[in-house]
Structures are given as C-alpha cells and as structure tokens.
C-alpha cells in the first residue's frame, strides 16, 4: 500500500521539484499547487461557523463597499479571506496545535508579498463581530495598502 502524502509547508530544500526554479524564487510544482487548490475547494465547501459568520459581514461589498474573496491561494498558502484592491488577508485561527509555526511561514510569505495578513480566533468572531469589522476597517483605512510600498507589515495582534 502506499504511503500517502500529507499536505504541508515545508523547506525549500525538503521539496522533490524536478523542474528547479531559478535561484531565489520560490517554486510549487504545478502538482502540488492542484493538491493545494483542490483543499482550497474543498474548505470552501465546508466552512466553519466562524467563517460562514465573517463571510456575512465581507460578501458582496457589504463592508463599506470592499470586495473580499473565500479562500485565496497564494503561492502554497491558503487565505480564508482577502480584498485584493487592498493586499489585506484575514485569518480565522481555530487554535490547533501546532499553527503557530504554520502561521510564522504563512506571514513570512504574505509578507514578502507586501500583502498584510490580519488574523482573529473563532472565538472573537462568534461573539464580538462588531469589534472585528472595526479592525478590519482600520487596517483597510490605512493609506499605505494598495499604495505599493514595500515595507514589510507585522501581522495584528489582539491587545
């Protein structure tokens, strides 16, 4: 029987690409990036409450007019939401274990793409979605979002 391949974020160096990118891009075969489009799909159909709940406040521009996506590829990461026109990305932890490494690669790549990923628990999007629209709105107000510049952003932190 084979051994079946779980789905993770791994070094550079662990991949089996046989087709090498060139030196200092990153490469995802064009295999691997089915399998991650495929689990992309597949959280969509299944959503979280918590997500099902956020998604009622960010589609159809519903939030001041901005539009949002449901689970962005972007290269091996998989976003839960993100607005675009914005390079703005939002993350619904649900506190596995073991996600803290996860999340430090996650922000690492959003990051080298200029793109600011804001994250909250499930727990504050069940029970305080006003102070999470807030948040969402302040950091979709900042000027510098769209704007190109190529500081690299700290993801959000609750206080």
Sequence with gaps: MTERKKLSLGAVTDREDSDAAPRGRKHISSERLDRINDRARDMKRNPTEAEK???EVLRDGRLEGHKFRRKIV???VIVD???SDR???I???SGDVGADELTALRN???AEKHILPIS???DEVLNEIEHVKESILSALEMP???SGDPRIRAPRTRD
């Design 53 to 55: 709940a956020l998604w």
């Design 74 to 76: 972007i290269s091996s």
């Design 81 to 83: 939401f993100g607005c």
């Design 87 to 89: 390079m703005l990305v």
């Design 91 to 93: 993350d619904i932890d």
């Design 108 to 110: 690492k790549t959003l």
């Design 120 to 122: 909250f628990t499930e």
């Design 144 to 146: 510098d979002l769209a």
